[in-house]
């Protein structure tokens, strides 16, 4: 055939030009990391950074523009005294740092946002222009810079200064989760290799099967960051997905090549045509099942939240560079290493025997039937589980690592600030007239706010800082000392206002913009932290509250700000998307199945057989976490990226064992076809999958011992997914529906035909005999 062709002519070109090929790739391999920027140097840790302009939390942030929230990047500094009081001296001290802060690179404004009500600590600002989602390799900087220049400012030995908020908790994450993937890749590698060493009983064959994943993956990471620092977005999930990802997929599209070349020698076959040979078949089958995994991935671009839309780009591309590896590569590596590969297994013809899988295909062959009702019963009861499905979990880490400077920052904000402060989430304004003249009406609704129950405390312009102002106070002193942004840190000689008082007005940087026709209120939800799901779950009843408020404040516009509203907005946005991509997804995988399968009878039930794996998964998640380990609930993109993965992945499977069986097909009836696809894609499905599901363990394991119940569930729910897809449904389910539909699976093709003449003549040579 002409595919064949293809492939067998790739295949002879790598073989051919082995050592060239082994250069290109090392070269590659080390130069490309050296020449293009890092994969963690432009990760946004904040899934909020890929909401569209359209949600309710967006619109927040545009409201709060002239406070400074939105235009500019904020990185809260933070400082506190050891010895009580701050002192004349860490004032003056204070003052100089904000001066010399303001010459870091990036830096268009540092507020001086007061002290505390305590008198213990003080607060500055930074507003940067750099990115404005809180990662990358400007984030990254500024936040080096800024630390270096407090540092080289040489605090008064009573102070200690830190930086605190999420940019600075952004990047301290950044540093430990550029760790996290060192430790995921290392285990990985570890793993993969014991495994291997168990499957082909040799020393080389492991090595050479993970050195083109390997490969993949020190090439795909640098350009994946190179398209991060041109606007592509990347996502700490993302970023250590390309690693699970290619280092799985890319060793089981090893597998499937290096499981044929080994059948090839043992019947007879010289060790360089025997390469050749299996490029020519199993190619066919590699490329169609990377094209499966990167159509489902290019499908996510349907979607609107751009946490999902940007996971196409740079999985894509590492399945792109695997695939590449895997045609070309490891080819010329098996042509190097001939039967040394595989030794000290044996090789020679004849040598080999069918296992397990002959068993295990002679039985589904005689009884498919019964095969397939078991599997659909098991299925089918793990997928009602589904319905007890409840999404949590959704903010993520929000809290700085140990030990970092951010957690010091975070530990002076709670300690001396208001708890509203720490991680608030804001009511925003657009007033008709100025806060100054509208002072009585802002108390209204504050009070309004206060009695509606949902928050543990409110702080705004009546009470900056936890401090107290009257409205007479704060009109008054808007007629003495103007707007509170222009105010230097400490009273101007003659100045008839209290030190105290004067520093809670200037505090009002915060709360009022410098016109005071925009204002906003620092909320502590009642129902728990703001990465929590009752907070997401209390959302929509602030909302309202703001919205009855706005009226009482005298206002045009409102908004609600903050992780638990932007979360709020993910969940829903996500559940959407999972509605609008499916469709997709299956519409393009069925195509490519209909056109390696050459039928179109073929892909329907192999989609179902995918979609009943994976309400089983699912289903299965929810019994162990929820149910049995007594967790709120599940990470809100598990049933979106495990629907998506196992589509793909699952897949993979389909594609290597019905192409296997399709060969087969072309020389024996359908009954003996199945049986000897079975025997010899049976070891290659079942390891490929313990690899690739091994590879998810190990990435749920390192989630769970740090903390992220995010990795733990992704990880463990794909693991479940494509185990029980490897052993169930493409070993057991899909063969037995194979011999139940018989010469209708290729349909219209005309090997449906071929099958019934084969078998008459079976009948003929029988009744002969």
């Not at 087969?664 to 390891?687: F, K, M």
């Not at 079976?762 to 005999?769: D, R």
């Amino acid at each position: 055939m002409r595919v064949h062709a293809i492939f067998g002519g790739i295949g002879s070109f790598a073989v051919k030009f082995r050592w060239f090929v082994l250069l290109v790739w090392v070269v590659a391999a080390f130069g490309i990391p050296r020449a293009l920027p890092s994969l963690s140097s432009v990760t946004q840790s904040n899934n909020a950074n890929f909401l569209p302009a359209s949600a309710p939390s967006e619109h927040a942030l545009t409201l709060a523009a002239p406070l400074g929230a939105n235009t500019y990047l904020p990185v809260p500094v933070v400082a506190a005294s050891d010895q009580g009081q701050l002192t004349a001296a860490d004032q003056v001290w204070l003052s100089k740092l904000q001066g010399d802060l303001h010459h870091v690179s990036t830096v268009v404004q540092v507020r001086d946002l007061g002290r505390s009500p305590d008198g213990q600590a003080a607060q500055l600002q930074v507003l940067s222009n750099v990115s404005q989602g809180g990662g990358g390799t400007g984030a990254t900087t500024l936040v080096k810079d800024l630390r270096a220049k407090i540092a080289s400012d040489h605090p008064p030995s009573d102070l200690s200064v830190h930086l605190a908020g999420a940019v600075a908790i952004n990047v301290d994450q950044q540093n430990k989760s550029g760790s996290t993937d060192s430790e995921i890749q290392l285990l990985s590698i570890v793993f993969i290799i014991a495994l291997l060493l168990l499957v082909f009983r040799a020393l080389l064959a492991p090595l050479v099967t993970l050195i083109p994943a390997f490969f993949a993956v020190l090439i795909a990471g640098p350009l994946v960051a190179e398209a991060g620092q041109h606007g592509l977005k990347v996502s700490p999930l993302a970023q250590i997905l390309l690693i699970v990802l290619v280092l799985g997929a890319g060793t089981d599209y090893g597998l499937f090549l290096v499981f044929r070349v080994r059948e090839n020698l043992r019947a007879g076959i010289d060790r360089k045509q025997a390469v050749v040979m299996a490029v020519e078949r199993v190619g066919e089958s590699i490329t169609f099942s990377a094209g499966t995994v990167i159509a489902a991935l290019l499908s996510l671009f349907a979607a609107t939240f751009e946490f999902y839309s940007n996971l196409a780009v740079p999985l894509s591309i590492g399945i792109a560079v695997m695939l590449l590896a895997g045609l070309t590569l490891l080819p010329a590596l098996m042509a190097i290493f001939g039967r040394a590969v595989f030794w000290p297994s044996k090789t020679q013809e004849g040598t080999g025997k069918t296992g397990i899988w002959g068993r295990v295909s002679s039985r589904i062959v005689k009884r498919p039937a019964a095969t397939l009702v078991t599997g659909l019963v098991v299925f089918g009861g793990l997928a009602i589980a589904v319905s007890a499905y409840t999404p949590a979990g959704f903010g993520g880490q929000t809290n700085a690592p140990a030990g970092t400077d951010s957690a010091a920052g975070s530990t002076i904000l709670s300690a001396h600030f208001p708890s509203t402060s720490a991680n608030p989430t804001n009511i925003i304004y657009r007033l008709r007239q100025p806060a100054w003249t509208a002072a009585q009406s802002l108390s209204a609704a504050q009070s309004q706010l206060t009695a509606t129950g949902l928050f543990s405390g409110i702080t705004g312009p009546l009470n900056p800082n936890g401090g107290q102002l009257t409205s007479a106070q704060l009109s008054s002193l808007h007629a003495q000392l103007g707007s509170p942004q222009a105010l230097p840190p400490v009273p101007p000689p003659g100045s008839t206002v209290s030190p105290s008082v004067y520093q809670l007005y200037r505090a009002e940087a915060l709360y009022i913009s410098p016109d005071g026709l925009t204002i906003q209120f620092e909320t502590g939800l009642k129902a728990g932290d703001p990465s929590t799901t009752a907070a997401t779950n209390a959302i929509p009843a602030v909302r309202t509250a703001a919205a009855a408020a706005m009226r009482t404040a005298g206002a045009s516009d409102y908004g609600v700000g903050g992780q638990a509203p932007a979360i709020n907005d993910i969940s829903s946005i996500s559940n959407s998307d999972l509605a609008r991509v499916i469709p997709i997804a299956i519409v393009v995988i069925g195509l490519l199945l209909a056109l390696v399968m050459r039928s179109l009878v073929a892909p329907l039930y192999l989609i179902v057989s995918v979609g009943l794996s994976y309400l089983a998964a699912l289903g299965l998640s929810v019994l162990v976490f929820i149910k049995l380990a007594g967790d709120g609930g599940l990470v809100f993109f598990l049933p979106f990226l495990m629907f998506i993965f196992l589509l793909a992945l699952g897949e993979d499977y389909n594609i290597l064992v019905m192409s296997r069986i399709r060969e087969e097909a072309q020389l024996l009836p359908l009954r003996d076809a199945v049986s000897r696809a079975l025997i010899a894609t049976g070891t290659t499905v079942t390891s490929a999958g313990l690899v690739l599901g091994g590879t998810f363990s190990v990435f749920a394991i390192v989630g769970a011992q740090q903390g992220s119940t995010q990795f733990r569930d992704v990880g463990a729910g794909l693991a479940l997914g494509v185990l029980m897809d490897t052993f169930l449904v493409r070993t057991l389910l899909v063969p037995s529906t194979v011999m139940l539909l018989g010469r209708w699976n290729w349909w219209p093709s005309k090997l449906g035909k071929r099958d019934a003449e084969l078998r008459a003549e079976q009948a003929v040579e029988g009744s002969s005999v």
